[in-house]
């Protein structure tokens, strides 16, 4: 088994909380040789969107030198927030500690990591102005992996979504129960 099928093989089966829906969808083609691409929605017992986000693993296996090895990972998580959250001024490095503390918790073994964390504020006018503001939190993020092995990044990209969507961590040895939808 080559590299990229063993990343592969590691993205197969991760362990999802009820709120979670997670699909493959169209990778990007042109950034590298090999890509898969996951999508994940969050959503609550009444079917509110709690966060959104893309995993994406790209592979060369020639390596890139601006990743510093074989493999990419590339995330996105968007969720609302609570307008007086997102305007403290601490925001953007708590936010960045979520997807810091994830990966470190889910002991997955990464280097060059890089990211932004944007806060957004909408507000309506005119004939919308009945409408309260839209306030969002968007991480990007990339990092390289240091094995094919990437079941330890899934799951922590996952825990990112969780706290992203407000979510409280499941204890240790509890399935989350699937949802009829």
Known sequence: MNEWEEA??????????AEFNLEEVPAPSRLA?????????????????????RFIVLNDPD?????????????????????DVVTDGLFDEVAWSWLTDSLTEA?????????????TIS??????????????????????????????HLNAWLALVEKSAGLMPLPAGVSALTRKR
């Open 8 to 17: 592969l093989v590691s993205l197969k089966s991760p362990e999802l909380r």
């Open 33 to 53: 040789p090999n890509s898969i691409a996951l999508a994940v929605e969050a959503i609550d017992s009444d079917d509110e969107e709690l966060a959104v986000g």
């Open 123 to 152: 507000r309506s006018f005119a004939g919308l102005e009945d409408r309260d503001a839209d306030t969002d939190l968007e991480i990007r993020a990339s990092w390289s992996p240091d094995s094919p092995d990437l079941t330890a």
């Open 107 to 119: 002991n997955a073994a990464f280097h060059n990591v890089s990211g932004t964390v944007t806060r």
């Open 63 to 83: 390596g890139q030198e601006t990743w510093d090895g074989n493999f990419r990972v590339v995330t996105f998580v968007r969720a609302p927030m609570e307008s």
